[in-house]
């Protein structure tokens, strides 16, 4: 996805905003077109001249000039957040897109790298922006006042003071690659040092079962490391970028001191308009050099590297969605073949598989080699390499969303609950679904006395369900499923956190309940269930009843042999 022209577009869309404080800018602007000029008035025709009075009329004159800027500037910081916070909220929604669609990574622990992209790069781009609106315009509207006042006022002298300027302008436009390169590997430094902590904190328990808290901190003190060398070459480069506009903004003042008085002496300048110089210097030029070098450096520069960041890791832009209706209710899957990435060996090769109203599949196999593919590929979550899934005879990727949102429910293992009621959890899929229904639906998978426990439908849910067992929450999640009009539901071992008879009262209910049921098996129970098992084991998948796979698959054979006797050692129920 272009997020530069997101971004763009978002500034586009608050265009009304934008006029608004370039309409507050000018009147923030009039003080440092009158400010040289109201002190050279009250000097040469007040106070040089003998009238005092008249000299602090022109100051006072002044004082309300600046009392008039500073309310342009009140104005501006007051609608600024009009323009700021919906392309905040734009570049928010790429970040999360990005997350839900990157398949490749983080499919089983939170991705602590788009954390910081949200919290920290998202932010950049959000105060860079407000700083740019504020800045820049202020560079644009203020200086080219102040430097008309001053050339108008010292004609004479004008190329002595600009010269310096444009040089150090030159030189620090010498070293801005190598601020943009200092100021990429600090985010790319940032977002490793919270990639490697996130990954830590999240399997601490087995970083601490496993003694391995020595390599962990290392790994952990080594990114942070990294992250500080970044942060102390970046310094080095601001100070140098520092130098070189603190030079540039005393040599005019410094040059002017210099030359003036020979210019006053020989009657081309006055007293007063060499003071009004100063006071356009000191007040307007210095400050907006100083401005110009910490907008493009630490504001601009950040603003370009951190879009440029997002950019990299945002979603690739979405294919059209279909529009076709399926005609009937089977799955078909025809020389279906998945892998991640294009020359990675396929997870799934060349599955055939038909599933009608009625049917019941378990899917089996060691971890990892492919089962939790099979159910992303049935709901359409992912595109198969090679071959075609439909539904009702329509491509899945060409059913319309809304239909295949009503029509597929996967259940994944883990569980997704919110702030609210049960109600509002249970009802999550069916907003118009009875209390009645979603009662019956809380029964058939066995979850009444977890639903009275928590007060009925009315009981309220904390944050993901804060307080509830993991196999609470699942309950909750598949009586939800239950409730939806979903015809094809896949159990992502999705009873991983229930007891044996817990899972075979859901299993059971759903396979009751009609239309189509993928297991992808948790204990190899599931399979005995079932009308048909899929036997994934890395060669060509094997498809049959469980009486026939234990005669003509030493792998699931071997499968079964492995889980009976640790089954039957676990007490009855």
Known sequence: MDVLRLYLGALAGQRRGVLVLL????????????SGRLVALSVDRGFAVGRPLVGVGWLLVFAAVAVLGGFGLRQVFQHLGAVIEPMRDALVGVVVRGVLHDGASHRRQPDASAVARITRHVEVV???????????RALLVTTAAALVGLVTTVAGLAWLVVSPVVIALVLFALLLPSLARRQREQVM?????????????VGIRD????????????????????????????????SLRGLVIAVGGFAPLALLVVAAPAEVASGQLTAGAVLGAVVYL???VQPALRRLADTTSTVVLRLVVSLRRLSEAAPAPAPPAGDEVPAGHEVSLRGVTFGWGEHAEPVVRDLDLDLAPGDHLAVVGPSGIGKSTVAALLTGLMAPRAGTVALGGVPVHLVRPAVRHRRIALIPQETYLFTGTVRENLALLTPEATDAELLAAVDAVGATDLVAGLGGLDGALGHA??????????LLAVARVFACPAELVILDEATSHLDPAAEVKVERAFARRGGVLVVIAHRLSSALRAKRVLVMDGGPPLM??????????????????????????????
């Open 282 to 284: 000191s007040t307007s």
């Open 23 to 34: 309409g507050w800018s000018v009147l923030e602007g009039v003080p440092a077109f009158l």
């Open 544 to 573: 049959g009843e469980h009486v026939d796979l234990v005669r003509t698959s030493p792998a699931y054979a071997e499968l079964m042999q492995a889980w009976l006797p640790a089954e039957s050692a676990r007490p009855s129920i």
């Open 207 to 238: 970083v601490v079962a496993c003694g391995a808290e020595r390599e962990a901190g290392g790994e952990v003190s080594a990114a942070i490391d990294r992250q500080a060398g970044v942060a102390v070459r970046v310094a080095w480069a601001n």
């Open 189 to 201: 430094a940032d977002e490793r040092s919270a990639e490697v902590a996130g990954t830590v904190l």
């Open 126 to 136: 959000r105060d860079a922006t407000a700083g740019v609106l504020v800045q820049a």
């Open 465 to 474: 369900g804060s307080g509830m067992s993991a196999g609470e929450a699942q």
